[in-house]
């Protein structure tokens, strides 16, 4: 594992680390770096005496990911290795490097559903790529989507209820408000309150906040792993 310095490249690699090994995963190295030096240096740790990873995994953001997988090109050990990495990579710019490169399989890991897997996810993704030019949704675009719609909801239903904070300086009704707008999210789906089909899915969430299944349990969080065309 690989992780460059961030929060969120931090938090997913550790994430990943726990779920690989709680299904029988060996991990041979998790180390924190930013540099492409830094990368071979530990690459060339490793030769077929002393095993060689079957995948490399990294978690990060930016441009860490191509300087990552172009480093494991340079080495004829690492050539063809599979690489995982969050979805991050899944832009433009890893995009169209991945197309000169001759590598092994390259996967993108994401923890949401994936919008193509519903009839509505697929028309989110058409509508997405005719307004935005051709460019195609990341996978946590339509979990956002119903995210902010189902926000929304719960902030259309308070105005019909409650008065909205006067200034900033309410703080009171701020208050009122807020805790208004998340009742109505926590009882989402469910009689008498806001109702929303999600493109992903519909929700219902306990007290708690976490999504619950139709047997009132909380849900496991999903995972799209999707392979890049290279």
């Known amino acids: 594992i690989f992780r460059d310095t961030t929060l969120f490249g931090n938090g997913f690699a550790d994430s990943f680390?726990?779920?690989?090994?709680?299904?029988?995963?060996?991990?041979?190295?998790?180390t924190s770096t930013i540099s492409g030096e830094e990368y071979e240096q530990i690459l060339k740790r490793f030769n077929p005496e002393n095993s060689i990873p079957d995948s490399i995994f990294f978690s990060g953001t930016g441009s860490s990911g191509i300087l990552l997988h172009a480093t494991m090109q340079q080495l004829p050990e690492f050539s063809k290795t599979a690489f995982a990495a969050s979805a991050?990579?899944?832009?433009?710019?890893?995009?169209?490097y991945l197309k000169?490169?001759?590598?092994?399989?390259?996967?993108?890991?994401?923890?949401?559903?994936d919008a193509n897997q519903t009839a509505q996810g697929k028309k989110f993704i058409a509508q997405y790529r005719n307004r935005m030019k051709g460019s195609p949704p990341t996978p946590y675009s339509a979990s956002a989507y119903d995210a902010t719609k189902i926000v929304l909801a719960a902030i259309t239903k308070t105005l019909d209820e409650t008065l909205f904070p006067a200034n900033a300086s309410d703080e009171i009704q701020a208050k009122i408000f807020r805790n208004k707008v998340t009742e109505h999210i926590r009882y989402l789906n469910t009689k008498d309150d806001i109702s929303y089909e999600g493109i992903t899915g519909n929700y219902k969430f306990n007290d708690q906040g976490d999504v619950i299944n139709e047997n009132g349990m909380r849900a496991d969080g999903a995972i799209s792993i999707y392979q890049f065309d290279n």
Not at 88 to 96: G, P, R, V
Not at 102 to 112: D, E, F, L, M, R
Request: hydrophobic share 35%; proline share 5%.
């Open 17 to 30: 680390s726990t779920a690989w090994k709680g299904n029988g995963g060996t991990i041979i190295t998790n």
């Open 100 to 113: 000169s490169s001759k590598s092994g399989p390259v996967y993108a890991i994401a923890p949401v559903k």
């Open 88 to 96: 991050t990579i899944m832009n433009d710019a890893f995009t169209n």
